[in-house]
């Protein structure tokens, strides 16, 4: 049942598409009889896939760590970014993320060990892990140290931008999506059902 040695798959980059290359990958899987965890980091439940992939399959289990605003480091984000956010976002100071949400991603983290290595799942995917370990939210030697952990046969995805280079150096498949092109340069905002 399992998926013989279980890579370590990461999905990176500033393009769109890893979250959506996550969601088909956890479609195949199902399709193939696999057990899935998708384990979303830093989102709460207003994106689409929320009304549909508890529903695909009872083999599938979705949960979401992650508050009703963005964070970013001071001086990661610009004035236009900030005025469209407005108070959907949480500016924090180097090195100083929000407690809370340190604490909340750090109960996600366990549960990521616990799939890993405890035989309930074929495949898990870890959206938006990238940009916690970016952020300072989880640290990279506690997520590696997940990984090395891992029960041989588990698939395990990591997906979000600014994928740490320790993470890229340890994972057996990098995949990074580049931004070439995007509408939202014309003023188009996020949506439904296709960036959220």
């Known amino acids: 049942m399992s998926f013989g040695k279980g890579y370590v798959q990461v999905y990176t980059g500033n393009g769109k598409g890893k979250t959506t290359a996550a969601i088909g990958l956890a479609i195949r899987a199902l399709g193939a009889d696999k ?3 998708f384990l979303q980091f830093m989102k709460d439940k207003t994106y689409s896939e929320h009304n549909l992939l508890p529903h695909v399959s009872p083999a599938i289990t979705l ?6 605003f963005f964070v970013a480091r001071e001086g990661d984000i610009d004035e236009e970014s ?14 100083q993320p929000p407690q809370e949400y340190v604490d909340l ?19 898990v995917v870890l959206d938006e892990i990238n940009v916690a370990l970016h952020y300072g939210l989880i640290a990279t030697r506690d997520v590696l140290a997940a990984l090395r952990g891992k029960r041989k046969g588990v698939e395990v995805v990591l997906t979000g931008r600014n994928a740490p280079p320790e993470i890229i150096e340890y994972a057996d498949l ?13 003023g188009i905002n996020a949506r439904r059902g296709i960036e959220s």
């Not at 949960?63 to 009703?68: D, E, F, Q, V």
């Not at 900030?82 to 090195?95: A, N, S």
């Not at 549960?111 to 495949?123: I, Q, V, W």
Request: proline share 5%; glycine share 10%.
């Open 35 to 37: 057990r899935v965890l």
């Open 63 to 68: 949960h979401t760590l992650g508050k009703p």
């Open 82 to 95: 900030l005025e469209k956010w407005k108070d959907r976002i949480v500016i924090f100071p180097p090195g």
């Open 105 to 123: 991603l750090a109960k996600g983290l366990e549960m990521a060990k616990e799939a890993l290595n405890g035989g309930d799942y074929d495949l």
């Open 174 to 186: 990098v995949t990074e999506m580049r931004e070439i092109k995007h509408y939202y340069e014309q």
